[in-house]
């Protein structure tokens, strides 16, 4: 797979393809209705009631009908994900699992379960995140002060966040970087005017401390939080 400027996107298991380089959405697991987080007399969040192959096949639906060119699933582990997989009668697949991933939690094991099934990684929180301990996991440090990114970043005359994003590319992983700084985000694009060799990229990935900043706790109680799995 090039990596150049003029050639950025990875081919999907239905024919199209996503740019390695993009923006992500996101919605909360809530019940449906006014309140943005509905909750019972005892404080505790009311959750609608998922069935994901259910929900699956409505997604499939839309796509059938036109309205959805590819559709994947976001921080699905692997059971989730064979039990869309093995579901009867599926039509589509997902071709893409939305996770967190950069080189502080590198996903080895469900990157290579969906590599086995053509099912593209697109990582959120890249860049590692925010320091707000209401919903990020500080046990881990800041990514972009790593020296082993900063060394590599200086030898190429690039940004700690520079050589995180190219080590995610180089591993078929497309990253959706989160900026508000217009300068930072046309770095984010600077990717591809650059190589980390094998070495770098081992060095990198011995980074990996298995912990995620993204645990999203005030919804473990949800009948599919999916992080108490191993991947």
Known sequence: MSLTAESHRVPLSDGNSIPLLGLGTYADPQKP?????????????IYHETNLCATWEAMEA???????KSIGVSNFNRRQLEMILNKPGLKHKP???????HPYFTQPKLLE?????????VGYSPLG???????????????????VLNAIGKKYNKTAAQVALRFSIQRGVVVIPKSFNPQRIRENFQIFDFSLTEKEMKEIEALNKNVRYVELLMWRDHPEYPFNDEY
């Not at 839309?62 to 959805?68: H, P, S």
């Not at 919903?135 to 972009?144: D, E, K």
Request: with cysteine.
């Open 33 to 45: 209705g006014e309140a943005i987080y509905p909750r019972d007399e005892n404080g505790k969040i």
């Open 62 to 68: 839309c796509k059938d009908a036109g309205l959805a």
């Open 95 to 101: 071709v893409s699992n939305q996770v967190e991933c």
């Open 113 to 121: 379960f969906c590599r086995q099934h053509d099912i593209v990684i």
């Open 129 to 147: 995140t925010s320091r707000d301990e209401t919903w990020v996991n500080v046990s881990s440090p800041p990514l972009l002060e790593d020296p």
